[in-house]
């Protein structure tokens, strides 16, 4: 999916205590109530798409899987440029927190 860098209107109807929560949620981080509605749309949709990976395995094949993910390989330089790449979706600011979530810090 072609995501375009020209901004594009989205618009929503909201009851006044989810306008004043998300307000106020905004306020506390210093965003704008867009730039917070944005932030928190797309990490949902990022979690969504995510988690919607499925792939069908027999028996044998998934005690294999499984084997596998018990015992890692060891840490590699390529391993770790791929765990340190960001996604398509992350802007160039962003970096990776503990949870795995962009922090939108500039990265070093």
């Not at 094949?61 to 890692?72: E, G, I, N, V, Y």
Request: with cysteine; aromatic share 6%; glycine share 4%.
């Amino acid at each position: 999916m072609a995501y375009t860098q020209e901004p594009v209107t989205i618009s929503i109807r909201a009851k006044a205590g989810q306008r004043d929560l998300i307000d106020q949620a905004a306020e506390r981080l210093g965003r704008s109530r867009s730039d917070f509605m944005l932030e928190a749309a797309c990490r949902q949709a990022e979690d969504v798409l995510l988690d919607q990976t499925y792939f069908a395995l027999d028996a044998k094949s998934f005690d294999a899987f499984q084997a596998m993910l018990d015992k890692p390989p060891a840490p590699t330089d390529r391993l770790r440029r791929t765990l340190g790449a960001r996604a398509p979706w992350e802007s160039s600011t962003a970096k990776p927190s503990a949870t795995g979530k962009a922090t939108g810090q500039r990265v070093k």
